[in-house]
């Protein structure tokens, strides 16, 4: 009988601890976090149980692509228009909820310095859905010491002496995009094109010519894989993830898990031909994987030691990361360029002068490249305008003072970075553009082309 009561009261003294911790994580915990954090000075919103501002933010984001918009720069109110919200309304500095984590917004200079120069302090955010793992980790995922390796033998393929031999591959794509072109022009004086698509297409070859040399079909076939799986991962993450639903064979799991190992399999493909011709002296240093597995092999060699290279697995995230760190920001700057210069015929005519002033009738080389003072301004002014990334995420692992702030561990500080790029405070002045993996046109770029 004596056993029995002891039972009982030790199993309801530990679903009441258990039930305690839970309210704690869930409600008392994030309202002392709301009110530590609204005696400093800084303005929030109020923490809703377990969600957060989750439903806002998906609520505003269905507001604000259901509705048209002008011609305009002011994109910020519908591509993060939660945000916007938030920094309008709460002030440039405030604080709002990622489900039960305070997310601190940083808009000051010297604060945002400290954030992307500081890793130790402000981590990458780990946890979240792991759905977007599937997409690319490498030097987009490595923190602290492994990022700096992973750096140190990346860096060599991105110097500008090997980057002058990929020219050529630029050259032969972008002609093959504007010869379409031609084609469609040569039956009137003008048409109406849409762009993005194109652009799209024309990067996607690039980076797979840059990227496998030789083997650039392959490359071409793993990045439509990639878009594939882009697609459906933007979709996965739009909804709240519950965890272990990515183990549930629905078609969308199935076909993610499919992509990723065909892909993975295409590049190890790739690899280990390469591998193969370096070891008998045949390898081609003139792409980025071919100067990446050097690199990665001179490393090793130094030190003796394979820790201090990558793994097969380590060089296929890199490859998959290619794509996404040249693809996807590549097609979305040069199409938000063509719109603007649609839209300013003046820096236009600036630009063409410029070209045929630097090049003549020659091909493009890259010291002239470097003598396009314009260009260099429009393509500036792009990306201030439309930023590729909207914003910029880190997570406090310990309780952290930054300016006048004093943060508690778990905080995430988010830097709004589209948001910045248009306060008229900050810059002195001041079409559908939705957010993907990057800032793109909606609705396509149906622009008019016309021959000279």
Avoid at 46 to 67: H, L, N, R, V
Avoid at 282 to 306: P, T, V
Avoid at 326 to 342: C, F, H, K, N, Y
Avoid at 419 to 439: G, N, Q
Wanted: a positive charge; proline letters at 4%.
């Amino acid at each position: 009988m004596e056993t029995t009561i002891v039972f009982c009261v030790l199993a309801v003294t530990a679903i009441l601890f258990y039930t305690w911790r839970k309210l704690d994580r869930l409600w008392f915990k994030p309202k002392r976090i709301e009110k530590f954090l609204k005696e400093q000075g800084l303005k929030g919103t109020p923490y809703k149980f377990m969600y957060g501002d989750f439903k806002e933010m998906a609520q505003t984001m269905i507001e604000a692509k259901s509705q048209p918009m002008s011609l305009t720069h002011d994109i910020a109110p519908r591509v993060s228009p939660f945000f916007h919200k938030s920094h309008t309304t709460l002030g440039k500095s405030c604080f709002t909820w990622m489900g039960t984590k305070p997310m601190v917004h940083i808009s000051e200079p010297t604060m945002i310095r400290e954030i992307l120069t500081n890793y130790n302090k402000f981590q990458k955010p780990r946890g979240g859905n792991p759905l977007l793992q599937l997409l690319a980790r490498g030097l987009l995922d490595a923190e602290g010491d492994q990022w700096i390796k992973h750096r140190k033998i990346i860096n060599p393929a991105f110097h500008m002496e090997k980057l002058k031999h990929m020219l050529p591959a630029f050259y032969v794509s972008c002609r093959d995009m504007i010869e379409k072109w031609e084609e469609l022009v040569n039956t009137e004086n003008s048409c109406e094109i849409d762009v993005w698509p194109h652009l799209q297409t024309f990067s996607s070859d690039v980076i797979s010519r840059t990227a496998f040399g030789s083997s650039f079909k392959e490359g071409g076939n793993i990045f439509e894989l990639q878009r594939e799986l882009a697609e459906l991962i933007i979709k996965a993450t739009n909804s709240v993830y519950i965890p272990g639903s990515r183990f549930l064979p629905t078609k969308n799991n199935k076909r993610m898990k499919e992509i990723e190992r065909e892909v993975k399999a295409s590049i190890k493909g790739i690899i280990n031909k390469r591998v193969v011709a370096m070891k008998v002296g045949e390898a081609s240093n003139d792409d980025l994987l071919g100067l990446l597995l050097d690199s990665n092999h001179k490393e090793i060699k130094q030190h003796g030691n394979n820790n201090f290279g990558l793994s097969i697995e380590e060089v296929i995230e890199e490859c998959k990361l290619f794509y996404f760190a040249g693809q996807e920001t590549t097609a979305s700057m040069l199409v938000w360029t063509m719109i603007l210069l649609g839209q300013h015929m003046e820096w236009q005519t600036h630009a063409r002068d410029e070209v045929l002033h630097v090049f003549r009738d020659k091909n493009p080389d890259i010291d002239g490249l470097n003598h396009l003072k314009v260009m260099n301004i429009i393509f500036n002014e792009v990306l201030r305008l439309y930023t590729p990334v909207a914003l910029l995420r880190r997570l406090i692992p310990r309780e952290t003072k930054i300016g006048n702030l004093t943060l508690p561990a778990g905080t995430l500080v988010q830097i709004n970075t589209l948001i910045l790029h248009h306060d008229k405070d900050m810059w002195a002045y001041s079409h559908a553009p939705h957010a993907m993996a990057t800032l793109q046109p909606q609705f396509g770029a149906h622009l008019i082309l016309r021959k000279l």
